[in-house]
């Protein structure tokens, strides 16, 4: 089966942590994920800003090494991430800001990325939200 996942919640909320673990089972059991898109507060999971207390988990990092590892689309949309200052290069030198808060694997794109996944997948799951 092939999902795609929508994490609308902020890194350190403990939905983010769950749809992880979901995306985690998913590859364990022999599905595919055909895009992970991370939405609303969801881009502060992409965030290398995002400072983790010594005593719990490091989600931005586990997503980060997730997506790396196994080699999958991990998208953030660009207008919420503008909106909430997550910043790849291109978009720092365009709003002339003083730096970029956002690396590979991670790509800032468009909700059109979100509906070509929701057509390729079989299922659609979304962690978090409003």
């Given amino acids: 089966m ?8 902020p890194a350190h909320a403990p939905s983010s942590r769950r749809a992880l673990l979901f995306a985690q ?5 022999g ?3 055909v895009r ?9 999971s992409a965030s290398t800003n995002v400072v983790t207390p010594q005593d719990e988990l490091d ?3 586990q997503w980060r090494d997730f997506v790396v590892s196994h080699h999958l ?11 909430r200052g997550v910043l790849d290069e291109t978009q720092a030198e365009r709003y002339a800001r003083p ?7 991670w790509e800032l794109s468009g909700l ?6 929701v057509q390729t997948a079989d299922r659609l799951i979304c962690f978090g939200g409003p």
Avoid: M, T, W
């Fill in 59 to 61: 989600i931005p990092a």
């Fill in 99 to 105: 730096a970029a808060n956002i690396a590979a694997p």
């Fill in 31 to 33: 599905h595919e994920i």
């Fill in 73 to 83: 689309d991990g998208v953030v949309c660009i207008a919420a991430a503008l909106r």
């Fill in 25 to 29: 089972a998913v590859l364990a059991g």
């Fill in 112 to 117: 059109g990325q979100l509906h070509d996944a």
């Fill in 36 to 44: 992970l898109f991370f939405y609303q507060d969801g881009v502060h």
């Fill in 2 to 9: 092939k999902f795609a996942i929508v994490l609308h919640s």
